[in-house]
């Protein structure tokens, strides 16, 4: 059966773990679907992993939805989640329902995503009240990167983990179905957790948290850039589809491939008649 914000909420009531990976296309959605993978989280980090932009500021509302729909399409039980771009919520609230509005009409997404704490508790009502899912992201919140001074851990010192419990149950008390935690000390996310009736989704905020998202790419070496410390690399793919880039290659180049048994034949008495 299709997962659905009710299996998240019974999850933490049930003390019942939460796993969910990005996925940017129809066939990496439709292996980690497959795998049973509880959602799916179309994320504006397809700008660095999957369109080489430094960051993901210059994600589109297009980008996200055109990336949305092949992940939905392939999506037959997890639970997909799109982010929503820099600069498509911040503006106005307004702007906040609208463009969460098409992430679920022409995305097919189930539930959005966005980044901020207490500032964007309106949007995150008013994308509630239109009866859109919204998952929280709070931490470190890489839209904000410039303003954040760089990719740094987040609650650090006493004032800013107030602040971030703070942000958290402010999330919560908005509207918002569950909330990432990215990069916050264990301890402090492990508190957050606590504290809160909704589930929170870590990543490199420790294993205390009610679940846990990472980048596919990160995860299985693909992504051959900057490897966060909190990532744990279970497969290295990039480095095997590497190698089978290679071996083909060498083989379309020595006439090797194809051989016979990747051709097709025809009958003799067919080819004597071309004469």
């Known amino acids: 059966m299709k997962k659905t914000i009710l299996d998240f909420k019974k999850a933490k009531e049930n003390n019942e773990r939460i796993s969910m990976l990005t996925a940017y296309d129809y066939s990496s959605a439709k292996l980690i679907d497959e795998a049973g993978i509880d959602a799916i989280l179309i994320g504006d980090s397809l700008g660095m992993v999957s369109l080489g932009y430094e960051d993901t500021l210059s994600v589109t509302m297009e980008d996200m939805i055109h990336h949305t729909k092949a992940v939905a399409r392939a999506t037959k039980n997890a639970l997909v989640v ?83 419990i703070e942000a958290a149950k402010a999330v919560e008390k908005a509207g918002a179905f569950a909330v990432v935690l990215e990069c916050v000390p264990a301890k402090l996310a492990e508190i957050v957790t606590k504290e809160l009736n909704i589930p929170t989704i870590g990543i490199g905020a420790g294993a205390q948290c009610d679940g846990q998202v990472l980048v596919y790419q990160d995860m299985i070496g693909m992504f051959s850039g900057f490897t966060p410390k ?25 006439g090797s491939f194809p051989s016979q048994e990747h051709t097709f034949k025809i009958s003799e008495d067919v080819i004597e008649k071309l004469y």
């Not at 008013?126 to 899912?133: Q, Y």
């Open 82 to 164: 799109a982010d929503l771009p820099f600069m498509s919520y911040q503006t106005s609230v307004y702007d906040a329902v609208y463009n969460a509005g098409r992430l679920i009409k022409e995305g097919r997404a189930h539930a959005v995503k966005l980044e901020g704490g207490i500032e964007m508790c309106d949007r995150i009502e008013a994308i509630v009240k239109s009866s859109i899912p919204v998952m929280a992201h709070i931490g470190l919140t890489p839209q904000s990167v410039n303003a954040l001074g760089g990719f740094k851990v987040q609650g650090k010192d006493e004032k800013a983990a107030k602040a971030l």
């Open 230 to 254: 909190f990532v744990k690399k279970y497969a290295n793919i990039g480095d095997m589809m590497k190698e089978a880039f290679e071996e083909y290659n060498k083989e379309v180049k020595n």
